[in-house]
């Protein structure tokens, strides 16, 4: 839902705002105008419909501290969510400890009716603010990096308002927390931000309102809730919790109570396969959407005596980078939502698994953008004790991981503030299911009484682990203990003799840093731009560098490390040791080529020896440990999809590629494709082997389910095996079988690869089984990819890509030559630009008929590149099967070598599976997602079917297209241009 923006009341226009001159910007800072800064919703783990957005072009001015009351006259004009230092405030000005920041703008409100209440939201403001509203004062907020809220309801007027804002920040003057900001930046230090840097924005709620919820999953499917609410403690809050948008769990409890649900058959949150439930709370009048993911996070004690990090249940290692969160058109705020998800997405194309968020608290849409996209987070606290500060002893000496370790001596308000601060973060992201350990103090900045803060909060959230100083000094609190080494990674096992250590999980907390400047994308090209261990000679150096570093972490995995953080994402200001610079205009490496050296490196598998690797481009296959392998959809879920024919459908999970349904004399379904050997592990423990390599998953023989419904399926075992080949060598893998049943010889027939020693085989009876005879004996080898096509009485062999040739009645020879069949279109081609191509794809081809035309389908990658992009299906149509066929048509994305058939009901569908090196990406957002850096999917591993617009236009042409929205658009990475 969008906002009710709220235009403002102020002299100039909003289009006369731009940023900054002679500034460095982002794409999407480069594209923001005053209407679109952050105008999503801010809150979207607790979101509420009624809400109106504040953000936008406000007066401001720059007074003394000392100043008691607006002044009487404005600067100009300030984009609000944009701190006043940034160039996308438009502002760019610096102030110090000593200055006060004014911000007004005035605001249309209804009046209150009903006994609702208007609840002015902060998202985050640095550092001292008070707020009037029409004059009236309506609050004050200390700390920087936290939401805060007022009740402003009896400060509001019908009609035209006033709101007005003081803020004064003595960034790193004195004890406060301000993280990598301080007054005289360079080297590791930024630029400071001072006021208000995330959303303002105003709700509507009712006089009894939640104002609160407290989530706790388990992976029993058992999950607790505690709320917090302004009146109505008598009122029961009613829970429920569904997914896809069914309800699966329903409770009912009150105020200061615990509400628990469990949901049955409960599908696990992992980055792998974010899994997230959607939840409603109503309570009386108020209703608020939310979610939760079931997870858990925890340590055990592997054979080797090595603790280790577990989600789950299961050991998992945490392999992410060190994230600054700064922009250098934006500053701490990010120019836009889009920016921010694009580096979270980066990562996780190139293999990561978690984000070490340092010493900044993001927007709350960031943490929301973790949990749907699927990536850990280590959350660190914001220091203090650095900058200017320093001087007066906030921040102990750093013996790093010796024994008897200094800490700094805090005063007790200090003390206390900071407390406030470290509860407020973690009880405003508590709910996140990606945020999985709690980073107290960074090194030993501002490190103070850490035994006292380790237990208090051990104590205070046991469903996550602790970090108590991630690089700082070792105190025997929380469950971690971290150690910072540059450049190559290492950690200092001596220093853990007497056992000092032995109760804690060993990590590399930082490590890398290796810099790379890309000219034309520096913050400051006149200053020093570095990275630790000096400058490399050439790109060549960099990457070897940053493979050395991560060959090194794999090593030290195998030696008791659990997890380690590569700095960093991004350039930030100075420092060019990120993989992106900081403008996000350049990737230094592609998400692809960081994935390999990943794959390679063995770090995530256990192994240091390279990974395999086959096919038509370099795949990485994993091997995993547990497969996370979804559960097919529920039956009444897939009954209602095949009703209503609108959304794809997860009908059979297990290892299967190139999927093939058809129906039998007796009306069931059969389904068959390339499959695992029957009792091979490794369906269920090497979940995203696509088959290809050394370490291929593919069998060696052919299975079979059928079903009456698509629902339930009943396996025949393996039918056909390569004893059953008429080849003496038949090789050692069966490659995309397909079963039909032959009328006229009431007999089944199958057809298999790979190419030269393809099968054409029939069975002995009308029962799919052999012994099987092969009519044409081994002239049937050569065929790639073969399928058969039913043409009236006539039978015909599709193969390669693509050729038809007829068949004898008896299927003992061929009646006719091979034509070749392509659609009359070209598109570039991407090998060589001076050429075009005009083939149908790479491989996967089949054929149907429809109004009397011949339907030619073919399977390629959106690129025309081997395993890059997105796997699709085209088509192309003719009146006759030889052709000639008219041009290349997109039928869906993601349906790569599926295969159409129609149901009982005349409705068309297509086999949709999973072919990627990755994990199933998320649906969201996939229709704009560029997949042209690897082979990736939204299918999970096994069977999925995508219902079909099939039908015949006005002009007798033939439509073909997926209905569901994640398969129907042409992705940005498909190099033939068609109508979305």
Known sequence: MKPAIIALALTATAHAWQPAPDSMLTDWGEKLSPDSAWSEYPRPAFERKEWRNLNGLWNYAITRKSADSAPSSWSGEILVPFCIESALSGVKKRVTPDDAVWYQRSFDAPAPSGGNRCILHFEAVDYQTTVWVNGKHVGAHTGGNLPFSFDVTDALKAGDNTLTVKVTDATDTGWQLHGKQVSEPGGIWYTPVTGIWQTVWMETVPADHLESVKIVPAIDGTVTFDFDASGGNDKPVEVTASIDGKQVAKGTGKPGETVTLKIPDPQLWTPESPTLYDLTFRFGDDSVKSYTGLRETGVNRDADGHLRLTLNGKTYFHWGTLDQGWWPDGLLTPPSDEGMVSDIRFLKDAGFNTIRKHIKVEPRRYYAHCDRIGMLVWQDQVSSGTGQNRFKKSSPEWPRL???????????????????????????????????????????????????????????????????????????????????????????????????????????????????????????????????????????????????????????????????????????????????????????????????????????????????????????????????????????????????????????????????????????????????????????????????????????????????????????????????????????????????????????????????????????????????????????????????????????????????????????????????????????????????????????????????????????????????????????????????????????????????????????????????????????????????????????????????????????????????????????????????
């Open 402 to 980: 010796a024994p008897d370790p200094p800490e700094a001596t805090w005063p007790d308000e200090a003390h206390k503030q900071w407390m406030v601060e470290l509860k407020g973060m973690v009880d405003s992201l508590h709910n996140h299911p990606s945020i999985v350990v709690w980073v107290p103090f960074n090194e030993r900045w501002g490190q103070h009484r850490t035994m006292d803060v380790g237990k208090w909060i051990v104590g205070y959230d046991p469903t996550r682990t602790i970090n108590i100083a991630s690089g700082g000094n070792f105190f025997p609190v929380g469950h971690i203990v971290d150690a910072h080494k540059y450049p190559h990674p290492d950690f200092p096992f001596q220093q853990g003799e007497g056992g000092r250590f032995n109760d804690f999980v060993k990590v590399v907390g930082e490590f890398g840093g290796h810099g790379f400047p890309v000219p034309g994308h520096l913050w400051d090209p006149k200053k020093r731009n570095w990275g630790y261990g000096g400058l490399p000679k050439n790109k060549q150096e960099w990457i070897q560098r940053y493979t050395t570093s991560i060959e090194k972490l794999a090593e030290l995995e195998n030696k008791g490390i659990a997890g380690g953080i590569y700095t960093q994402t991004t350039d930030v200001e100075g420092e060019i040791n990120g993989l992106i610079t900081y403008d996000r205009k350049v990737r230094k490496l592609p998400p692809s080529r960081l994935s390999k050296i990943l794959a390679d490196s063995g770090l995530l598998s256990g192994k240091t020896a390279a990974s395999s690797t086959a096919g038509m481009a370099m795949v990485a296959i994993p091997d995993a440990k547990v497969a996370p392998v979804a559960p097919a959809m529920p039956r009444a879920e897939i009954e209602a999809g095949l009703k209503s024919h609108d959304r794809a459908l997860y009908i059979k999970e297990g290892w299967i590629r190139d999927p093939y349904i058809t129906r039998g004399p007796d009306d069931f379904y059969y389904l068959t494709g390339t499959t695992i050997n029957e009792d091979d592990k490794r369906e269920k423990t090497d979940p995203y082997n696509i088959g290809l390599g050394d370490q291929s998953a593919v069998g060696n023989t052919v299975r079979v389910w059928k079903s009456r419904d698509l629902i339930d399926w009943e396996s025949l075992g393996p039918i056909f095996t390569l004893k059953d080949s008429s080849f003496p060598k038949p090789g050692n893998v069966i490659w995309a079988p397909e079963v039909h049943w032959i009328p006229g010889m009431k007999r089944w027939a199958l057809v298999h690869c790979p190419k030269q020693k393809s099968n054409l085989a029939l069975s002995a009876g009308p029962e799919l089984k052999g012994p099987w005879t092969h009519p044409m004996g081994r002239r049937f080898g050569g065929h790639h990819d073969p399928s058969l096509y039913h043409d009236g009485s006539k039978w015909w062999v599709l193969s390669e890509n693509t050729e038809v040739q007829p068949l004898a009645d008896d299927f003992t020879k061929f009646t006719g030559p091979r034509t070749r069949i392509d659609p009359s279109s070209t598109r570039p081609n991407p090998e060589d630009p001076s050429k075009t191509i005009n083939r149908i794809g790479h491989e996967g081809a089949t054929m149907i008929k429809v109004g009397g035309k011949y339907v030619h389908l073919g399977t390629a990658w959106s690129t025309d590149r081997g395993r890059k992009g997105s796997y699709n299906l085209y088509y192309s149509t003719s009146d006759k099967i030889r052709g000639p066929y008219g041009p290349r048509k997109f039928a869906g994305r993601f349906l790569g070598h599926g295969t159409p058939f129609q149901t009982r009901d005349g409705k068309w569908w297509c086999t949709a599976f999973f072919n990627a090196n990755v994990p199933p990406l998320p649906r969201e957002g996939i229709e704009t997602r560029d997949l042209s850096g690897n082979a990736q999917s939204i299918n999970q591993r096994g069977t999925t079917i995508v219902p079909l617009d099939v039908r015949v236009l006005d002009n007798g042409g033939i439509h073909i297209r997926a209905k569901d929205p994640a398969y129907a658009t042409p992705g940005p990475d498909e190099v033939q241009k068609f109508d979305s």
